[in-house]
Nanobody, 123 residues
Framework: VQLQASGGGLVQAGGSLRLSCADS??????VGWFRQAPGKEREFVAA????????NYIDSVKGRFTISRDNRNNTVYLQMNRLKPEDTAVYYC???????????????????WGQGTLVTVSS
């Protein structure tokens, strides 16, 4: 599975961005988004199983971010609204062949990773 993330950029606080993650089409059971801010560890942001009926978010983005996917073009999206300066980070998409309700928030549970896209939110 090859993942290609895009859509990052510079946006003012309160603005929106939509990140995209295109995969090569191999069947996976779940996808996720993680982020890593300067000087901090990579953290979980959002995840969903491949059917899309289970979605999970870190508390700090609930109600602002939405993970979704388009099966027609094998693309996963992260819609980010009401962005805050603390959302500034490099965002990574990831995919797993073994999605689990108990491990979706763990980076080690994902088999494939995209290269990352930088999101900068100015105050």
């Amino acid at each position: 599975v090859q993942l290609q993330a895009s859509g990052g950029g510079l946006v003012q606080a309160g603005g929106s961005l939509r990140l995209s993650c295109a995969d090569s089409g191999r069947i996976v059971s779940g996808v996720g988004w993680f982020r890593q801010a300067p000087g901090k560890e990579r953290e979980f942001v959002a995840a969903m199983n491949w059917r899309g009926d289970r979605k999970n978010y870190i508390d700090s983005v609930k109600g602002r971010f939405t993970i979704s996917r388009d099966n027609r073009n094998n693309t996963v999206y992260l819609q980010m609204n009401r962005l805050k300066p603390e959302d500034t980070a490099v965002y990574y998409c990831a995919a797993t062949t073994g999605y689990s309700s108990g491990r979706y928030n763990l980076a080690g549970a994902y088999d494939y990773w995209g290269q990352g896209t930088l999101v900068t939110v100015s105050s």
